[in-house]
């Protein structure tokens, strides 16, 4: 799996975009780029995915360079509720029996403030 | 609204005792993983089951073991605690033949072996 590199921390005032970035330069052709969060004491929570096109959906966009070797998460209008650790994942996508594993690095820490 | 529910939010348990971890989930889902969490060390999958009485030992198995009678329900087991095992436990579940990685966490169990 392709090795991804997030800041350790970031902040976003409340009602401003959250705009948080994932390196994955070694990423592959047939790799996806996943987004959860956690908010503390609480389990993961799956935000989005994405191959190379650009993906939205009710929490978040996900904004994929051409090259695939970068990616942002955008949190467009950020609460206090967002505040959470979010985690950036490569992984290939499998068909069928699916049940591949995840496994979650170090992430980022969003703090949202008023 | 889907949903996975851990037996217990936190749990304290000597050294030498048997414990059992319960998870359920109430969206039909083949795919079931139990994964552990700690600081420093990330998501680290422990055992995986993809049908009823089904598993696949996952990363970290050693000191652990599964039982999957029920679609709805999977069973962590540790044969003795020990100290090593003190660790924030997360059950997942998802759908078989998704091609994604979209897991559906519950809330985690946090356990301390003294």
């Known amino acids: 799996d392709a090795k991804t590199t997030q800041p350790t921390s970031m902040d976003c005032a409340e009602g401003r975009a959250a705009n948080l970035p994932c390196n994955h330069s070694?990423?592959?052709?047939?790799?996806?780029v996943y987004w959860y969060r956690q908010i503390h004491s609480q389990g993961p929570q799956y935000i989005i995915h994405?191959?190379?096109n650009n993906e939205t959906n009710e929490m978040a966009s996900l904004i994929i360079t051409e090259d695939r070797k970068s990616s942002t998460l955008i949190l467009p209008h950020a609460t206090l509720r967002d505040t959470a650790v979010y985690y950036c994942?490569?992984?290939?996508?499998?068909?069928?029996?699916?049940?591949?594993?995840?496994?979650f690095g170090q992430g980022t820490i969003l703090t949202v403030h008023p | 609204d889907v949903k996975v529910t851990q037996s217990s939010r936190y749990l304290v348990k000597r050294t030498g005792e048997k414990v059992f971890l319960e998870c359920v989930q109430d969206?039909?889902?083949?795919?079931m993983f139990w994964y552990r969490q700690d600081p420093g060390l990330g998501l680290r999958l422990i055992y995986f089951?993809?049908?009823?009485?089904?598993?696949e030992k996952g990363d970290i198995p050693e000191g652990y073991s599964v039982s999957r009678e029920k679609k709805e329900r999977f069973s962590l087991i540790l044969e003795s605690a020990s100290t090593n095992q003190t660790s924030m436990y997360l059950c997942?579940?998802?759908?078989?033949?998704?091609?994604?990685?979209?897991?559906?966490f519950g809330p985690g169990t946090r356990l301390t072996v003294t």
């Open positions: 994942i490569v992984r290939v996508a499998i068909g069928g029996t699916s049940y591949g594993k995840l496994t």
């Open positions: 070694t990423i592959s052709g047939n790799e996806y």
């Open positions: 994405g191959l190379k």
């Open positions: 969206m039909d889902h083949e795919n």
């Open positions: 089951s993809y049908d009823v009485k089904m598993k």
């Open positions: 997942a579940s998802n759908p078989r033949g998704t091609v994604t990685y979209e897991q559906y």
